[in-house]
């Protein structure tokens, strides 16, 4: 079992006793090299020990807890994220591929943090992809604006795709596949929900239990043989009836705003 060396950043001082206790009772390979209460305690850490893993409170006063992400990239340590609300962070985390723990933290969703991070180490330790993951969070939260990039596992690593690119996409049993403009298809560990929650909803809507697509990619759409929208890749698709009456408020919206630019 490989051991992560860790710290835990949080200021409130109940929130870092208890992550400690979790971690010493449920994540064997996870070593609590320091404690810091602020991101320049955390820093100071970093600069003195080798870290494998960083526990990083988001809300502290006196100092982010993005604020020390430019230095977990120079010691190659990888971050799970805690807090307790700012959805929009959390938005901007997942659309990036990076973990996350709400506070209160869970414990089983704690060790399978750990373990994905002792699994995929080595994607971790990849500066260059690790770099563009971060730098996309970033430029998300610096903006605040809606989620214009994602990040989905793919392979043994992670791409990088412009949500303008994505067609639509397909659920497949637990899986989405993600259908893009070049006629690459992404499947991925999500459920459709999860790309609901993420992607701008005046730009994406769901039409089936099974599909949701780019309105940017509408060709047309008709009842000839039951509702279905056509798609500039000649992809056609059912909508299902339940969903028919939010598909036509979505299309109004969409249409008015085109007009207006």
Not at 68 to 89: G, S
Request: hydrophobic share 40%; charged share 25%.
């Amino acid at each position: 079992m490989t051991t992560l060396k860790a710290i835990i950043v949080d200021d409130e001082e109940f929130a870092r006793s208890s992550l400690f206790f979790l971690l010493q009772q449920n994540c064997q390979q996870v070593e609590i090299t320091g404690i810091a209460r602020s991101v320049n305690e955390a820093k100071e850490i970093l600069d003195h020990h080798p870290i494998d893993l960083i526990f990083l409170d988001i809300a502290m006063p006196g100092g982010n807890g993005f604020e020390l992400v430019a230095d977990a990239q120079k010691h190659n340590a990888a971050i799970i994220f805690t807090t307790a609300y700012d959805q929009y962070a959390l938005k901007a985390i997942k659309a990036n591929a990076l973990d996350y723990l709400l506070k209160p933290i869970d414990i089983d969703e704690l060790k399978t943090a750990v373990d994905k991070v002792s699994q995929h180490i080595k994607l971790f330790k990849s500066q260059n992809e690790n770099d563009e993951r971060i730098n996309n969070l970033a430029s998300s939260l610096s903006s605040r604006s809606e989620i214009r990039k994602l990040t989905l596992p793919y392979g043994q690593g992670f791409k990088m795709i412009d949500i303008d690119d994505i067609i639509y996409i397909e659920a497949d049993s637990n899986y989405s596949i993600v259908h893009l403009n070049n006629h690459e298809k992404i499947t991925v560990s999500k459920v459709l929900r999860e790309f609901e929650e993420l992607l701008p909803t005046d730009q994406f809507v769901r039409i089936h239990k099974s599909s949701i697509i780019n309105l940017n990619h509408l060709k047309e759409y008709n009842s000839k043989n039951g509702l279905q929208v056509f798609l500039k890749n000649g992809q056609s698709i059912n909508i299902s009836r339940r969903r028919a009456s939010d598909f036509f408020e979505k299309i109004k919206l969409f249409t008015k705003a085109n007009s207006d630019h």
